[in-house]
């Protein structure tokens, strides 16, 4: 078979979106050795068909899916409840201060700019509700070592100063909280084992 031929074949497998970047090297290979005649060529050629045999056996090799993985592997199903927590905060209609970062599979086609901006739109107002919250603690007659008034005070620097750091802040703070909501929902038995 040609090289075209099995970089068409291999195209039309789903290479690309399985490994986008070793496909891409395969195509500038590929390219870089039809622009070549001589022992260049033939040693360009000897390693295209070792890349298209390499890329041909990953295309061949059954993909592990996060559900095998909860299986295997103990505790694995509390990491997949919170990473699905987190899809469902980092999704338009949830709760998330962190910055849009995609966690879609390789197969999955490329996110949207706007939806990355709408991202961060909600993620700016998702700080800002959360500012007023805590603001709505802390008590009118605070001294100035009140515990919510100091956290307050921090938070308004923090926004203030750098509201990009205040939304991963309050991404990291959620997540934590819920993970300790979810150590604090196991029973006391298993926590000393």
Known sequence: MSPDAALNALRAAGAARVDPVHFRTIEALARRAAAHDGPVRAVLDDKLASLLAACEARLSQPQATAGDDARHSPGAAALTELLGHIARQSSPTGFNAAPARSTAAPSAPPELKALGQVRQTWSRLNAARQLAQAQALV??????LNSH????????????????????????????SWLERLNSAKPAASRRS
């Open 139 to 144: 008590p009118d007659n605070a001294g100035p």
């Open 149 to 176: 008034q100091l956290v307050h005070q921090s938070l308004k620097l923090m926004h203030a100063l750098s509201p990009d750091y205040l939304e991963r802040f309050m991404a990291h703070v959620d997540t934590l």
